[in-house]
């Protein structure tokens, strides 16, 4: 059974830094692409940053862009979400996303979330 687990979130002061990882456990990972939405009560879905292995590519949201940088281990099949000049404008539930190649078939799964507070 494939899982995808989140760990790091909790509380840090405005300019601060947190480190969030996931991790897919229960897989031998091929291509993937892994990443990050977060999601505000009564607000759409925001999509923060994601890696992929169909060409390396990382991307990040306007609002992250120089304060956050996503990182593939692929020996302990983790996605880490450096998170720097925290903003309380980030507090949110981040959530963990994979679309994942396993056995020629694409498939996605999605983490529990992890929340982030930035207090001012």
């Known amino acids: 059974e494939v899982q995808v687990v989140e760990s790091g979130g909790g509380l840090v002061q405005a300019g601060g830094s947190l480190r969030l990882s996931c991790q897919a456990s229960?897989?031998?990972?091929?291509?993937?692409?892994i990443g990050w939405f977060r999601q505000s009560p009564g607000k759409e879905p925001e999509a923060v940053s994601c890696?992929?292995?169909?060409?390396?590519?990382?991307t990040y949201a306007n609002s992250v862009k120089d304060r956050f940088t996503i990182s593939f281990d692929n020996v302990k099949n983790t996605v880490y979400l450096q998170m720097n000049s925290l903003k309380p404008e980030d507090t949110v539930v981040y959530y963990c996303?994979?679309?994942?190649?396993?056995?020629?078939?694409?498939?996605?799964?999605w983490g529990q979330g992890t929340q982030v507070t930035v207090a001012s």
């Open positions: 229960g897989v031998r990972i091929g291509d993937y692409a």
């Open positions: 996303f994979a679309d994942l190649l396993v056995g020629g078939s694409w498939s996605s799964y």
């Open positions: 890696i992929s292995s169909l060409g390396g590519s990382q």
